[in-house]
């Protein structure tokens, strides 16, 4: 896998790339084989996405904090869920919790022309900001546990545990559609695959994801 530097960061290039496959080294030694999903991850610094005052930890897999009490899930359960979800370029993409914007630049490096619908109005301006403006990538200040934004999608990826998959999500997705989710409780979920019939549902390891909440807050 080629090792790539990314500008902006505090790094010189020599540091940014040992830093980089390091990150990369760590994601395979806990098993993720993902070839696309690793360069994608190799490519988008994390830490152009964490808080300043946690940038030191963005290459760990720990989750992160973010303002509103949104937090940055850790990379190896998004390294995972990615792999699910399977993204081609050209697909579209529905994005439920925008967070920080990081997986929304993950799945625009992958190909994928996304539409991320975030809950915090501050957590939306704030992932526009970080996101490059030549991305396919609409972030959308709404509620994405009651909008499914327009049409239909070839992945859906949720970034939160939920109690049950939204109706919505799934008569957005295509026949073809795969759909990623943390389904349970924030305390105790697990990742989860829906295909349209006959796959349904297929549920995988336990993961921790912070939970979804519903509402569009109009105030962060």
Known sequence: MDIESDAGLADGP???????AAFVLALLGRGLRDRAVLRAMER????????PEHADLARRDLALPLPCGAAMTAPGTV???????????????LEV???SGYVTALLAELGAAVTSLERYATLAEAARGR??????????????????????YDRVMVNGAVGALNPGWIA???????LVAGLGTPGGCRLTLYRHAPEGCETGPSVRLAGLVPGRALAL
């Open 14 to 20: 020599a540091e940014e790339a040992v830093g980089n």
């Open 44 to 51: 988008v610094p994390r830490a152009r996405f964490a808080m």
């Open 79 to 93: 390294a995972r869920m990615l792999a699910l979800l399977r993204v081609e370029p050209g697909q579209r993409v």
């Open 97 to 99: 919790g925008t967070g």
């Open 131 to 152: 996101i490059s403006p030549d991305a396919p990538v609409t972030v959308l200040h709404a509620d994405g546990l009651a909008e499914a934004g327009e049409g239909t």
């Open 172 to 178: 957005a997705l295509a026949p073809a559609g795969r």
